[in-house]
């Protein structure tokens, strides 16, 4: 029995090193239209070069080698995932940003903004209903805001885990 990691298993290693290159490289090209579309297309490249590896790489295939490659890079993805979406999407971080960048003082209607750019709490609220109308989680029509069933799932999933996890 050897202690050493199969072929499989540092080309997964390796693609998870890479998984933010790849994002780096992906994000100055510009043509990916938002962060999610961004990450998922740096996800399936590194995903694909694996299932490649596992096609081009000479020798046999061994199952717990070709197990433990992928599962080294789906870690590898959740981890940048949560990164991400908390740079990307993170409410609290981007809230942040804004009144570090000022370097004095705010009100809170001066802080909001900052963050919305100009805007005011209406272009806020705005700014997260756009989010949840483009995540499928809420329709607006005819000026009524209404959840779907994604959307309604999705809430009743936040709010076990928040019962689980002791936060809510």
Not at 51 to 57: G, K, R
């Amino acid at each position: 029995m050897s202690i050493l990691p199969g072929p499989l298993q540092i080309t997964g290693i390796v693609l998870s090193v890479t998984l933010p290159l790849v994002l780096y490289v992906y994000a100055r090209i510009g043509a990916f239209g938002g962060p999610g579309r961004l990450f998922r297309a740096a996800c399936i490249t590194v995903v694909g070069l694996l299932v490649l590896a596992c096609l081009a790489l000479p020798g046999p295939r061994a199952l717990d080698d070709v197990f433990g490659g992928a599962l080294l890079l789906l870690t590898a993805i959740l981890l940048c995932h949560v990164l991400w979406s908390l740079l990307a999407w993170g409410f609290t971080v981007t809230l942040l940003t804004a009144i570090a960048s000022a370097a004095r003082p705010m009100t809170l209607e001066q802080w909001i903004s900052a963050y919305m750019q100009g805007g005011d709490l209406g272009g806020f609220a705005h700014n997260r209903l756009r989010l949840l109308v483009g995540s499928g989680m809420v329709v607006a029509r005819s000026g009524k805001i209404t959840v779907t069933s994604f959307g309604l799932l999705t809430a009743r999933l936040v709010r076990l885990i928040r019962l689980a996890t002791g936060m809510g």
